[in-house]
């Protein structure tokens, strides 16, 4: 009789402890879950996320919120560019304007010229603007982007002009804006 009751309270001591060791695994991979949801937007975002990113109200509004209220170029470019990947880029160009002219961020110059030189829709309706003052406007924001250290500009720049070719600065198209 005392080996069987030694033998059963030996099986539920171990069980116990498998249990409790279970439990802490579950926790733990429950924590992982968590910490990579919650990190789900923190890095570099793959294709697939950008739909996600640009309609989760929660995380879109704090991203929006952080680069507005206190210029964080980091969460402006995660969510201006989910909002461009998702084809929002007019909904884009209102905080990229803000975000260019209130914290200078490089690639919120960037985001505009990309905006006003490729196709957008608003539902219904396509837009694409060709005329002379836009591609001006356009590339003002290109060159400001350069000026600003954003090394994809300076590689458009290269593309659209001619690499080591004498190129104006981003004030000389804003006077082509002026001039009658």
């Not at 937007?41 to 206190?70: H, M």
């Not at 458009?156 to 001039?179: A, H, M, R, T, Y």
């Amino acid at each position: 009789m005392k080996k069987v009751s030694t033998l059963l309270l030996a099986t539920l001591v171990m069980l116990m402890f498998l249990s409790c060791n279970n439990t802490k695994e579950k926790e733990q991979v429950n924590k992982g879950k968590e910490q990579i949801k919650k990190d789900k937007y923190q890095g570099v975002i793959s294709p697939s996320l950008y739909k996600d990113l640009a309609n989760d109200e929660k995380v879109r509004t704090r991203l929006w919120k952080a680069a507005i209220d206190s210029g964080d170029c980091k969460a402006y470019s995660k969510i201006a560019v989910a909002y461009i990947w998702t084809y929002r880029e007019v909904d884009a160009y209102y905080y990229s304007l803000i975000m260019a002219n209130k914290y200078h961020c490089p690639e919120a110059y960037l985001n505009l010229y990309t905006i006003l030189t490729h196709e957008a829709s608003t539902g219904d309706m396509v837009i694409l603007s060709e005329d002379k003052d836009t591609k001006n406007l356009a590339y003002y924001y290109l060159f400001k982007a350069k000026e600003l250290g954003s090394t994809q500009a300076q590689h458009l720049i290269d593309l659209e002009f001619g690499k080591d070719k004498p190129v104006p600065n981003s004030s000389f198209f804003l006077k082509q804006l002026i001039k009658p």
